[in-house]
T-cell receptor, first 115, second 115 residues
Framework: EAGVAQSPRYKIIEKRQSVAFWCNPI?????LYWYQQILGQGPKLLIQ????????DSQLPKDRFSAERLKGVDSTLKIQPAKLEDSAVYLC?????????????FGSGTQLSVL | AQSVTQLGSHVSVSEGALVLLRCNYS??????LFWYVQYPNQGLQLLLK??????LVKGINGFEAEFKKSETSFHLTKPSAHMSDAAEYFC?????????????FGQGTILTVHP
């Protein structure tokens, strides 16, 4: 079974530039998550989708971050403009359902460096 | 709101020694608890989870954890460390109910195994 696919693997940009990350979840998984993992910290949920609808985006900095999952399958997370503090690993995860005891499957992440 | 605290950002053990990684949680409702492992350049993988029922949970690779409600703890143990156990470990909590799949992660504990 193919895992959660993310690209690019690494990205280096200068502050105030824009960047986009792509995620393709495991086939059949309705729920998709974007997490931000800053060095030395645990992952923090940015946004959660159920199919193509947003379930929770309370921790997404909406002035600069946006995400979409238009067809309910793959998803894109965008940062515009980027700040130095956005340097982190952006993890995408998916699960079959929204149930709280559901196992999350994580991608390998996109490591973003903002200079 | 729930929170997770992992005691010790770095733990070092000798091969064959007991592994003990500590996790305490704070939650206003009975939580679901998880341990995830992250190997270098890989995504997080589920080690084990506690939802309901038996408080001693066995996971993959010989790890187990015990849910102690009175101590609000969910410590991870393995009787005998192996070199391949070297990784970063994250404890996570989910409050269930309408929190759906939203996980709150601890800051992580890096496990080093010495020969």
């Amino acid at each position: 079974e193919a895992g959660v696919a993310q690209s690019p693997r690494y990205k280096i940009i200068e502050k105030r530039q824009s960047v986009a990350f792509w995620c393709n979840p495991i086939s059949g998984h309705a729920t998709l998550y974007w997490y931000q993992q800053i060095l030395g910290q645990g992952p923090k949920l940015l946004i959660q989708f159920q199919n193509n609808g947003v379930v929770d985006d309370s921790q997404l900095p909406k002035d600069r971050f946006s995400a979409e999952r238009l067809k309910g399958v793959d998803s894109t997370l965008k940062i515009q403009p980027a700040k130095l503090e956005d340097s982190a690993v952006y993890l995408c995860a998916s699960s079959f359902t929204l149930q709280g005891n559901e196992k999350l499957f994580f991608g390998s992440g996109t490591q973003l460096s903002v200079l | 709101a729930q929170s997770v605290t992992q005691l010790g950002s770095h733990v070092s053990v000798s091969e064959g020694a007991l592994v003990l990684l500590r996790c305490n949680y704070s939650s206003s409702v009975p939580p679901y608890l998880f341990w995830y492992v992250q190997y270098p350049n890989q995504g997080l993988q589920l080690l084990l989870k506690y939802t309901t029922g038996a408080t001693l949970v066995k996971g993959i690779n010989g790890f187990e954890a015990e849910f102690k409600k009175s101590e609000t703890s969910f410590h991870l143990t393995k009787p005998s460390a192996h070199m391949s156990d070297a990784a970063e470990y994250f404890c996570a909590c989910h409050a269930g109910g309408t929190s759906y799949g939203k996980l709150t992660f601890g800051q992580g504990t890096i496990l080093t195994v010495h020969p």
